[in-house]
Protein backbone atom coordinates (compact mmCIF):
# COMPACT_ATOMS: atom_id res chain seq x y z
CA UNK A 1 0.00 0.00 0.00
CA UNK A 2 1.29 3.34 -0.83
CA UNK A 3 2.10 5.88 2.13
CA UNK A 4 0.71 9.17 1.78
CA UNK A 5 2.87 11.42 3.65
CA UNK A 6 0.38 14.12 3.98
CA UNK A 7 -1.04 11.73 7.13
CA UNK A 8 2.02 12.07 9.10
CA UNK A 9 0.69 16.19 8.98
CA UNK A 10 -2.09 15.21 10.89
CA UNK A 11 0.07 14.66 13.78
CA UNK A 12 -0.31 17.57 16.60
CA UNK A 13 2.99 19.04 16.90
CA UNK A 14 4.05 21.90 19.19
CA UNK A 15 7.42 23.97 17.96
CA UNK A 16 10.38 24.75 20.46
CA UNK A 17 13.18 26.89 20.45
CA UNK A 18 16.08 24.45 21.87
CA UNK A 19 19.20 26.25 23.08
CA UNK A 20 22.54 25.84 23.73
CA UNK A 21 26.13 26.96 24.68
CA UNK A 22 29.65 25.40 24.01
CA UNK A 23 31.24 27.96 25.97
CA UNK A 24 32.33 30.40 23.89
CA UNK A 25 29.04 30.48 21.61
CA UNK A 26 24.98 30.34 22.11
CA UNK A 27 22.92 28.71 19.91
CA UNK A 28 19.38 27.89 18.60
CA UNK A 29 17.18 26.01 16.72
CA UNK A 30 13.40 24.89 16.02
CA UNK A 31 12.40 21.86 16.99
CA UNK A 32 9.07 20.23 16.95
CA UNK A 33 10.05 16.45 18.45
CA UNK A 34 9.77 17.54 22.22
CA UNK A 35 7.93 14.51 24.20
CA UNK A 36 7.58 14.23 27.73
CA UNK A 37 8.14 10.58 27.99
CA UNK A 38 7.33 10.02 32.15
CA UNK A 39 6.42 11.47 34.86
CA UNK A 40 8.10 9.61 37.16
CA UNK A 41 11.06 10.06 37.37
CA UNK A 42 10.80 13.59 35.19
CA UNK A 43 11.85 11.94 31.65
CA UNK A 44 11.62 14.32 28.18
CA UNK A 45 13.26 13.23 24.83
CA UNK A 46 14.19 15.39 22.15
CA UNK A 47 14.98 14.78 18.45
CA UNK A 48 17.19 16.73 16.36
CA UNK A 49 19.25 16.31 12.98
CA UNK A 50 22.59 15.40 13.58
CA UNK A 51 23.30 18.19 10.66
CA UNK A 52 22.48 21.00 12.60
CA UNK A 53 25.24 22.71 14.69
CA UNK A 54 23.17 22.65 17.63
CA UNK A 55 23.65 18.74 17.58
CA UNK A 56 27.12 18.56 17.70
CA UNK A 57 26.84 21.19 21.55
CA UNK A 58 24.54 19.02 22.72
CA UNK A 59 25.84 16.06 22.10
CA UNK A 60 29.50 17.05 23.72
CA UNK A 61 28.28 19.50 26.67
CA UNK A 62 24.83 17.20 27.40
CA UNK A 63 22.89 20.65 28.28
CA UNK A 64 20.20 22.25 26.63
CA UNK A 65 17.29 24.66 27.24
CA UNK A 66 13.45 24.17 25.38
CA UNK A 67 11.68 27.43 25.23
CA UNK A 68 8.22 26.43 24.32
CA UNK A 69 6.92 29.46 21.45
CA UNK A 70 3.60 30.48 21.57
CA UNK A 71 1.16 31.93 19.29
CA UNK A 72 2.81 35.71 19.76
CA UNK A 73 5.90 34.09 18.42
CA UNK A 74 6.47 35.90 14.85
CA UNK A 75 7.96 34.19 11.58
CA UNK A 76 11.15 36.11 11.75
CA UNK A 77 11.36 33.87 15.36
CA UNK A 78 11.15 30.99 13.31
CA UNK A 79 13.48 32.10 10.09
CA UNK A 80 16.50 33.52 12.05
CA UNK A 81 16.42 30.31 14.09
CA UNK A 82 15.36 27.45 12.21
CA UNK A 83 16.64 29.04 8.55
CA UNK A 84 20.01 29.35 8.76
CA UNK A 85 22.79 27.63 10.89
CA UNK A 86 25.05 28.43 14.02
CA UNK A 87 28.06 27.52 12.50
CA UNK A 88 28.03 30.76 10.02
CA UNK A 89 25.71 33.14 11.95
CA UNK A 90 25.06 34.46 15.59
CA UNK A 91 21.53 33.41 15.56
CA UNK A 92 21.02 35.20 19.02
CA UNK A 93 22.89 38.23 18.35
CA UNK A 94 20.91 41.23 18.98
CA UNK A 95 18.00 39.07 20.67
CA UNK A 96 16.58 39.71 23.90
CA UNK A 97 17.74 36.93 25.98
CA UNK A 98 18.20 35.69 29.63
CA UNK A 99 19.74 32.33 31.04
CA UNK A 100 18.17 29.75 33.06
CA UNK A 101 20.27 28.07 36.38
CA UNK A 102 22.41 26.58 34.08
CA UNK A 103 23.61 28.81 32.32
CA UNK A 104 22.29 28.61 28.78
CA UNK A 105 20.25 31.05 26.58
CA UNK A 106 16.63 31.35 27.06
CA UNK A 107 14.75 33.73 24.86
CA UNK A 108 12.51 36.35 25.40
CA UNK A 109 8.88 35.64 27.53
CA UNK A 110 6.83 37.75 24.49
CA UNK A 111 7.65 34.71 22.26
CA UNK A 112 8.00 31.92 24.78
CA UNK A 113 5.16 30.91 27.31
CA UNK A 114 7.75 27.86 29.69
CA UNK A 115 11.05 26.52 29.50
CA UNK A 116 12.64 23.79 30.78
CA UNK A 117 16.10 22.84 31.26
CA UNK A 118 17.80 19.75 30.57
CA UNK A 119 20.48 17.24 31.05
CA UNK A 120 21.12 14.35 28.40
CA UNK A 121 20.90 10.91 30.25
CA UNK A 122 21.18 8.75 27.20
CA UNK A 123 21.27 9.04 23.35
CA UNK A 124 19.12 6.62 20.86
CA UNK A 125 20.91 6.89 16.95
CA UNK A 126 18.02 7.19 14.64
CA UNK A 127 20.70 7.44 11.42
CA UNK A 128 20.12 11.28 10.26
CA UNK A 129 18.73 11.90 14.14
CA UNK A 130 19.62 11.51 17.58
CA UNK A 131 16.95 11.34 20.53
CA UNK A 132 18.48 13.11 23.47
CA UNK A 133 16.81 11.41 26.58
CA UNK A 134 17.28 14.34 29.48
CA UNK A 135 16.14 14.69 33.39
CA UNK A 136 14.74 18.26 34.03
CA UNK A 137 16.48 20.27 36.17
CA UNK A 138 14.60 23.25 35.78
CA UNK A 139 11.12 24.14 34.45
CA UNK A 140 9.27 27.24 34.72
CA UNK A 141 5.45 28.50 33.48
CA UNK A 142 6.12 32.48 31.93
CA UNK A 143 2.66 33.25 30.68
CA UNK A 144 -0.78 31.86 29.92
CA UNK A 145 -0.36 32.50 26.00
CA UNK A 146 -1.44 29.37 24.08
CA UNK A 147 1.50 27.37 22.98
CA UNK A 148 2.22 27.28 19.46
CA UNK A 149 1.19 24.24 17.04
CA UNK A 150 2.90 23.16 14.20
CA UNK A 151 -1.15 23.60 12.63
CA UNK A 152 -1.06 26.97 13.56
CA UNK A 153 2.33 28.09 12.46
CA UNK A 154 1.34 26.83 8.56
CA UNK A 155 -2.03 28.18 9.14
CA UNK A 156 -1.17 31.98 10.52
CA UNK A 157 2.39 32.14 10.75
CA UNK A 158 4.18 31.10 8.10
CA UNK A 159 3.83 32.95 4.77
CA UNK A 160 2.60 32.10 1.47
CA UNK A 161 3.99 30.95 -1.69
CA UNK A 162 4.27 34.43 -3.66
CA UNK A 163 6.24 32.48 -7.11
CA UNK A 164 4.52 31.73 -9.85
CA UNK A 165 6.04 29.10 -10.75
CA UNK A 166 8.36 26.30 -8.74
CA UNK A 167 7.93 24.20 -5.67
CA UNK A 168 7.44 24.65 -2.22
CA UNK A 169 8.48 22.80 1.06
CA UNK A 170 5.40 21.87 3.33
CA UNK A 171 7.67 21.69 6.03
CA UNK A 172 9.35 25.67 6.16
CA UNK A 173 7.83 27.38 3.37
CA UNK A 174 11.17 27.42 0.81
CA UNK A 175 10.18 28.12 -2.18
CA UNK A 176 12.45 26.56 -5.41
CA UNK A 177 11.78 28.38 -8.61
CA UNK A 178 12.28 26.41 -11.72
CA UNK A 179 10.28 24.07 -13.64
CA UNK A 180 11.69 20.57 -12.38
CA UNK A 181 12.80 20.05 -9.05
CA UNK A 182 16.09 17.27 -9.10
CA UNK A 183 15.17 14.31 -7.76
CA UNK A 184 18.37 14.89 -5.35
CA UNK A 185 17.18 18.48 -4.08
CA UNK A 186 17.47 18.38 -0.42
CA UNK A 187 15.67 22.13 1.45
CA UNK A 188 18.45 24.33 2.45
CA UNK A 189 16.21 25.30 5.36
CA UNK A 190 14.71 22.65 7.00
CA UNK A 191 16.87 19.25 5.52
CA UNK A 192 13.51 17.56 3.77
CA UNK A 193 13.54 15.91 0.39
CA UNK A 194 12.01 16.18 -2.56
CA UNK A 195 8.59 14.42 -1.07
CA UNK A 196 8.02 16.90 0.94
CA UNK A 197 8.00 19.51 -1.74
CA UNK A 198 4.61 20.50 -3.77
CA UNK A 199 4.23 22.23 -7.25
CA UNK A 200 3.00 25.62 -7.05
CA UNK A 201 -0.26 26.08 -9.54
CA UNK A 202 -1.54 29.34 -8.80
CA UNK A 203 -1.04 32.15 -6.20
Same mark, same amino acid.
Given at each position: ?10 ? =? ?27 ? %? &? ?18 ? =? #? ?26 ? #????? &? ?5 ? =? ?13 ? &? ?38 ? #??? %? ?15 ? =??? &? ?22
Amino acid at each position: MAIDKSALFKI =GYGLYAVTCSDGAKDNALIVNTVIQITDT %P &LRVSVTINKANFSHDIIEAT =G #KMNVCCLSEATPFEVFERLGFHSGRDTD #KLKDM &LIWRGEN =GLPLISCEYMNAFMS &LNVLDTVDFGTHTMFVCEVSQAMSCTDEPSMTYAYYHANV #KPK %PKAKKGYVCKICGYIYE =GDT &LPDDFICPWCKHGVSYFEPITEV
